[in-house]
C-alpha cells in the first residue's frame, strides 16, 4: 500500500481534544468533498502529473499540490531519517479515509505511536481500534453520506465547523439521525477564526458543556 503524502511535519496538534499536543502530521493527497472553505485546497486534486520524488515534498516552502508515494514503512523511515521526537501521529489530508490506514497503524502502534484520524465521515474509516478518530461531519455536500452514520459511531470525537445559527441546527439534526457514542467528546470549531462564527462556538460550548477548537495553529502562525 502506497500513500500519496503531500506533507510530513511535526507540529503542536491545534484542533480538537489534543489541542497543544506535539504531533506529527501526515497529510495525504486528495478529496472529492468540495467544502467551500476547506483551508487545505492544494490537497483535493491528485493527478499522475503531480506525483513526484519525497525528497521534493520535503522541501516545500508552502502549500501546493505535489504529492510523493510512499509505503508506511517508508513513512516510518523518514520520521525518523528527519529527527521528529513526538509519539503522537495525526493522519490527515485531504480526506485520509480513501486510502486504508491500518497498514500505517500495523508500522507505528508496535512502536509506541498514538495515531488519530481527521476524516470528514464520507469514506469508511479503516484503521485500528486503538486509533483516536475525528470525524469532522460534512453534511452540506452533495452525493449523499452513505458511511456517515457507522463514522459518527466509530467517532472518538466530533469537531463540527460553524459560522451561522443554522449549523448548530443542522449538527443538532444529525446528532438526532445518526447519534454519536455516548461518551465522545463534541467540538465545535468556528471556520476560518471569523469573529462571529468564533463568539456563536463560545456561546454554544457553553450551554451545552462541548468544547472549543479554535485551530491555535493559525492564531500562533505555525505549521
Ligand atoms: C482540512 S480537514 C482534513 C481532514 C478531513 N478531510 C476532514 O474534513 O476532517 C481538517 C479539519 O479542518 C477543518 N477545516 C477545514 N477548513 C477549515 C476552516 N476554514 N475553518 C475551520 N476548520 C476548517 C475540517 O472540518 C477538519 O476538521
Ligand atoms: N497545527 C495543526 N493542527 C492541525 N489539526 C488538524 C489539522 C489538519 O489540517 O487536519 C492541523 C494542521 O494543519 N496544523
Ligand atoms: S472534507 Fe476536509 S479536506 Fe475535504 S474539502 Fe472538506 S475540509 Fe477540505
Ligand atoms: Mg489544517
Known amino acids: 500500500m502506497l500513500y500519496p503524502v503531500n506533507e510530513l511535519f511535526e507540529t503542536i496538534q491545534g484542533e480538537g481534544l489534543y489541542t497543544g499536543v506535539p504531533a506529527i502530521f501526515l497529510r495525504l493527497q486528495g478529496c472529492p468533498v468540495g467544502c467551500p472553505w476547506c483551508d487545505t485546497q492544494h490537497t483535493w486534486s491528485k493527478t499522475a502529473e503531480n506525483a513526484v520524488d519525497f525528497g521534493e515534498v520535503i522541501a516545500k516552502t508552502g502549500p501546493d499540490e505535489r504529492y510523493g508515494e510512499l509505503s508506511a514503512a517508508a513513512i516510518l523511515e523518514q520520521i ?10 495525526v493522519i490527515t489530508g485531504g480526506e485520509p ?8 497503524a500495523e508500522v507505528f502502534e508496535p512502536l509506541g505511536y498514538q495515531l488519530q484520524i ?4 464520507t469514506f469508511e474509516v ?3 481500534d486503538a486509533t483516536w478518530v475525528t470525524v469532522s461531519p460534512k453534511v452540506d455536500m452533495p452525493g449523499g453520506y452513505p458511511v456517515l452514520a457507522s463514522a459518527m459511531q466509530r467517532a472518538n470525537e466530533l469537531k463540527y465547523p460553524i459560522a451561522m445559527e443554522k449549523h448548530i441546527e443542522a449538527f443538532d439534526a444529525l446528532l438526532a439521525e445518526k447519534p454519536a457514542k455516548a461518551n465522545a467528546v463534541i467540538c465545535l470549531q468556528p471556520i476560518s477564526q471569523r469573529p462571529r462564527a468564533t463568539e456563536l462556538a463560545i456561546k454554544v460550548c457553553r450551554e451545552r458543556n462541548w468544547r472549543l477548537s479554535v485551530q491555535l495553529h493559525k492564531y500562533l502562525a505555525i505549521e
Open 80 to 89: 525518523q531519517h528527519l529527527g521528529f521526537t513526538a509519539k503522537h501521529i
Open 97 to 104: 479515509c480513501m486510502y486504508d490506514l491500518r497498514p500505517l
Open 118 to 121: 481527521e476524516t470528514s465521515g
Open 126 to 128: 479503516l484503521t485500528s
